[in-house]
């Protein structure tokens, strides 16, 4: 219980009434959680902040900013125009103002009725600036017919996850009102395109102003480059050659590259020449890389400050499959006599997937000292942040907690090892054991440009 001292100094409701609107608009914006595993979008503005007092609910209805998330998610029960799903929808709209929308526009595995829904987002078009598509069909794109490009000119990020788009002329007639041109963020995810993946590079090439891109290919490109002259990330999933996917594009200002690769790809991967100057690496999905492409890697990307590595499967000189751990902490591991370091610029490194072979343990703590501490002969740049994700235990099990797994004793003690230097060194070392996200999808950012 706090002292009358610190009550005194805790903000009350009556306080918060005296802040003027905008402000008090501000602290609930800030209020606003993000929905987890749903794309860090912010969830619905609480309404029980509402009907706290009548200041509260002026300054919320008087604060546009909060009602600009339109959140809808269709199911058998909320399909109709007349539920109250839709009215909180028609809500939310009214009191967005004139305010760039962000959208999320899902449904079940039903198939479902759009018409309503799709004609009262429809009519606010000219704010559409954020939009989501998920498990969306051909059918549900039928009030885009008769729009133009210009009917969206706020549309700046489009996200789609298992969406279909045919390659069929009604699909051409159906995409056609978006305007490429002019999108900085487009994601897609699981995505479909029958019965070829042509009309998915005609897409691609009109990208031409895209900043931050995420695509699956399945089919590659022949007929000439696609340039993308602004990218700067991009997250590139094949399940064909990737080299020759990667070698279809053209992207002159790239910066971060995340790639989901798959044991058919080869294990000798080498980047092409435009990515020599990658600032940030990804390494996903079932990565099967070489020690000698690895080293190789590593020694030409001399300007990368964050790398991510999913270590996957048990790495063994006579059946290679993943990443070499114990390889690859030696790798980054100064050495005190050498003149030089591999990755110079390494700000932030992160792994996933570890699962330690004997002795790799110890070179990940070496590394870390010697990474996180610097040193006064060899010029590098000093780690600023490790992290370690790893699956639940009961990822793979079908049986209610308590999970019937347990922790390797070497990633245990890791895992003390880890925690100990963190506390008594205060080197930013983070741990999430409960990760079970996509490690091809983790955002990245500009924080260690």
């Not at 809500?91 to 595995?109: C, D, K, M, V």
């Not at 885009?144 to 002329?169: I, Q, V």
């Not at 790799?360 to 703590?365: K, M, N, P």
């Not at 996200?437 to 955002?443: A, H, L, Q, S």
């Amino acid at each position: 219980m706090s002292s009358p001292r610190e009550r005194a100094h805790q903000p009350s409701s009556f306080q918060l009434a005296s802040f003027p609107p905008e402000i008090l608009g501000e602290i609930f914006l800030a209020s606003i959680p993000v929905i987890g595993n749903r794309d860090n979008l912010p969830a619905y503005f609480p309404f029980t902040l509402t009907h706290v007092c009548r200041h509260w609910r002026a300054s919320a209805l008087a604060f546009p900013k909060l009602w600009l998330f339109i959140d809808v998610e269709q199911t058998a029960e909320n399909q109709e125009g007349d539920c109250p799903e839709h009215e909180l929808m028609e809500e939310y709209l009214e009191r967005s103002g004139n305010h760039p929308l962000t959208i999320r526009l899902a449904h079940s595995f039903d198939r479902m009725h759009y018409t309503t829904y799709m004609e009262t987002l429809y009519q606010y078009s000219d704010r559409w600036e954020t939009v989501f598509f998920r498990h969306l069909c051909d059918y549900a794109f039928e009030c885009l017919f008769p729009a133009e490009p210009s009917s969206y000119p706020m549309l700046r990020n489009l996200d789609c996850s298992l969406t279909y788009f045919d390659s069929d002329p009604s699909a051409r007639r159906t995409l056609g009102p978006i305007p490429w041109a002019q999108l900085k963020r487009y994601h897609e995810y699981a995505c479909y395109w029958s019965p070829n993946g042509d009309y998915q590079w005609a897409v691609l090439k009109q990208l031409v102003n895209v900043v931050d891109l995420r695509m699956e290919l399945s089919v590659p490109y022949t007929t000439s480059t696609v340039k993308m002259p602004q990218l700067r990330f991009a997250y590139i999933y094949p399940d064909i050659d990737i080299n020759r996917i990667l070698d279809s594009f053209e992207f002159p200002r790239i910066e971060g590259l995340s790639l989901k690769l798959l044991p058919a790809h080869p294990s000798n991967l080498l980047l092409p020449t435009q990515f020599k100057r990658l600032k940030i690496l990804r390494l996903c999905g079932e990565v099967v890389i070489l020690n000698t492409s690895l080293l190789v890697i590593l020694t030409e990307l001399t300007t990368l400050t964050d790398l991510a590595v999913q270590i996957h499967g048990d790495y063994s000189l006579s059946a290679p499959s993943g990443i070499d751990a114990l390889y690859l902490f030696k790798l980054l591991t100064p050495d005190h006599d050498a003149q030089s370091v591999l990755v110079p610029q390494l700000q932030a490194l992160r792994l996933t997937g570890f699962n330690p072979r004997p002795g790799a343990v110890d070179a990940l703590i070496a590394m870390l000292r010697r990474r996180f501490g610097g040193s006064n002969r060899v010029q590098f740049s000093r780690l600023r942040r490790f992290e370690l994700w790893m699956r639940p235990l009961n990822w793979f099990d079908d049986h209610p907690q308590p999970p019937t797994q347990t922790r390797p004793p070497a990633l245990g003690a890791a895992l003390e090892t880890l925690q100990s230097l963190r506390v008594t060194e205060g080197w930013d070392i983070r741990v999430d054991e409960e990760w079970a996200g996509d490690f091809w999808k983790e955002e990245m950012t500009s924080e260690f440009l």
